[in-house]
Nanobody, 124 residues
Framework: QVHLVESGGGLVQAGGSLRLSCTASGLSLNRPGMAWFRQAPGKEREGVSHISWNGDATRYTDSVKGRFAISRDNAKNTLYLQMNSLKPEDTAMYYC?????????????????WGQGTQVTVSS
């Protein structure tokens, strides 16, 4: 069973940077695609970025393109999200997820393992 633990969230001023990490256990023989989602209060969970099993392909939602970068280190079973030029609208709980089946990368339904989340708050 895959277990995911996020870290790296916090409070930052607009224009600042944060680096989120997601450490996975139970992935030693399984290299699924992985993603970051976020959910702000009163809003639906939104796909932020996805990375293929070997890191060769990445996807981003339009609002973070050019500001966020997803990466993974399979030797360390760790997923990262480097977030630069943060804006107040990036404020949300951020979750990492491991893909279970094929489908649209931003569809939460294709992911079968989720972390508990790490809070990111961007002040104006």
């Amino acid at each position: 069973q895959v277990h995911l633990v996020e870290s790296g969230g916090g409070l930052v001023q607009a224009g600042g940077s944060l680096r989120l990490s997601c450490t996975a256990s139970g992935l030693s023989l399984n290299r699924p695609g992985m993603a970051w989602f976020r959910q702000a209060p009163g809003k639906e969970r939104e796909g932020v970025s996805h990375i293929s099993w070997n890191g060769d392909a990445t996807r981003y939602t339009d609002s973070v393109k050019g500001r966020f970068a997803i990466s993974r280190d399979n030797a360390k079973n760790t997923l990262y999200l480097q977030m630069n030029s943060l804006k107040p609208e990036d404020t949300a709980m951020y979750y990492c997820a491991a893909q279970g089946i094929g489908g649209r990368w931003d569809d939460p339904g294709i992911y079968n393992s989720w972390g508990q989340g790490t809070q990111v708050t961007v002040s104006s």
